[in-house]
Structure formats: C-alpha cells, structure tokens
C-alpha cells in the first residue's frame, strides 16, 4: 500500500508540472509500467520481460483509450481543467497500483 501511494504522489507531481503540455501522459505510462515490476517484485512475484511488454501494451492501450483521451481533452480547458487532469492522473495510478497489488499478493501468498 505504502508503495502505491509513493507512486500515486508521484504521477501527481509529474501531471501537474506537465498539465499544460500536450502528450505528456505517456510520461505517466512509462510510471505505471515501473510501478507495476516494482510491486511485483515487493511481492516477489515473478515477472518476466514477456509479461513486462505485455503489461507495458496492455497499460498504453488502457491509457490511450481512457486516461490519455481525457487527460489531452483536459488540458485544452485552462486551469480547471489542468487541476482536474492531476486527479485523474493520480487515481487512474491509485486504482491501477491497488489492482496490481492484490494481483501479486495472491500470486506470491
């Protein structure tokens, strides 16, 4: 848990300093693809570099299609929608860093 709120801080900080920018999500994705080798091997789950590139296309196709497409809609709606781009950065990695955590504790326990 204490990681996943580390890395939720995280995509926090990086989405409100990138807010205004267009495209900068992916930074997010690439955050997402090492939380989730991390929490794995917290658990000491086994993940290979085969289950890494399949996350890693299966979180940038998820994002594309959710996160990305509001976050990029967001950053066109000056200030408030910058604000509420951050929340949506940090939930999505939230909800994501839980998942993956109930995911490699029940693999590994």
Known sequence: MKL??????????????????????????????YMIVHLSKSNEAKLGL???????????????????????ILTFVPVIGWGAEVIVAMLFVFFLGMLAN????????
């Open 50 to 72: 085969k289950e890494i590139g399949y996350s890693a296309m299966a979180l940038y196709g998820l994002s594309t299609v959710l996160k990305d497409a509001a976050l990029e």
């Open 4 to 33: 996943v709120l580390i890395y939720t801080l995280i995509a926090g900080v990086v989405s409100a300093l990138t807010a205004p920018i267009p495209g900068t999500s992916l930074l997010l994705t690439a955050l997402e693809v």
């Open 102 to 109: 109930l995911y490699f504790g029940k693999k590994s326990g």
